[in-house]
């Protein structure tokens, strides 16, 4: 008997120990730490009636966007921001305008983002995004009040709000959801160059099922070489890739290496923590590009991006229409891959790979199939 309760003893012991390592261990990409935090809402006036001012501003719509200018210059990954652009589709962007969804969070091709919920998202015909700069603390709250876009006057209202204070810290606290339909291509944080981001989703599950929690984005205080945000895919075989460094002595020299027969050129450094270098000659396919600093203790403190290089377009035929054909032909195509633009004698036609077109007027005329990869390559045929 004794030993049983020993034995739970130890068992229970472990159990706590496990569960507070567990709750202790946040998600790090090396530069942010994402942990859960007790359940918090701030909210906004969320009025789309009330005049903006410095200090509340707010848009809504189907792919609505808003810059607004911070209060305070707020880091992200290091890089120091006195703007924010902020989507009707729950996102936050650094360094683009416009608004996006459903975007690859590791290499997002718009820079840097938080992305609450990364999906296709839409206020069209209720709430919107609401930014209200508040102070006692110094923070900006925004908030979306949103269906998602498939749900659109369907009145399934979803509400969640980032938070940003002035220490670079970031609180996203998701308040209520009530889409049926929801999807989430992976929420988060990234500094969009492959390597830097937390997906919130990874961790803790798709946005709209966080109904009542709150998670936190603090940076780490361990030294870190943060590379700033590539363009990837390109067509290009060279690239100025630049970045800096964060808690080494009097900043400090990095070394680059690369894993194809790429060549570095030297490494430029604008200020103590900042630096820059071009990489030329990038192979075809992913060129992993690692950037090392050596902290106090003699360790290497490394971040390796990739950068993907696609200089190949996409390769089209046409199966038909071909040769004589009658007025309404169809229209059959193969593509590798791309996005296809169909256009008959130059103009363009709305259709797919199986669709008649539209009739045509007796004569010789040019149908053409066009296709763009992701890194602007562009393939075609003509019949
Ligand atoms: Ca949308
Ligand atoms: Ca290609």
Redesign the pocket.
Known sequence: MKKTGLMLTIFLLLAAMFFSLKTAFASTDGFYNLSEVTSTWEGTDASRTKSPTADYDYTYG??SNLSYNLPWSFNFYGQPYSQINVD??GNVWFGATG?A?SFNLTNTGRGAVIAAWNN???SYYYGGVFVQHKTNPERVVIEWQTET?TEEGFHRPNTFEVVLFPDGSIRMDYKSFSTTNGDDFGSGISNSNGANFISNSSAYGSAFTLTGRSFQVTETTDPAVIVAPVISPINVTIQTISGTTRGFINGAAITVSVDTSATIGPVIYPTSTTWRFTASGLTEGTNNISVSATDANGNPVTSTVPVFIDTIPPTVQILSPVGVVNKFPVVNYTVSDGTVTVTVDGEMVHKVSGDHLDPLPTGGHMLRVEARDLAGNVGFADS
């Open positions: 189907d792919e009707t589709n608004s969804h296709d998202l839409s876009y």
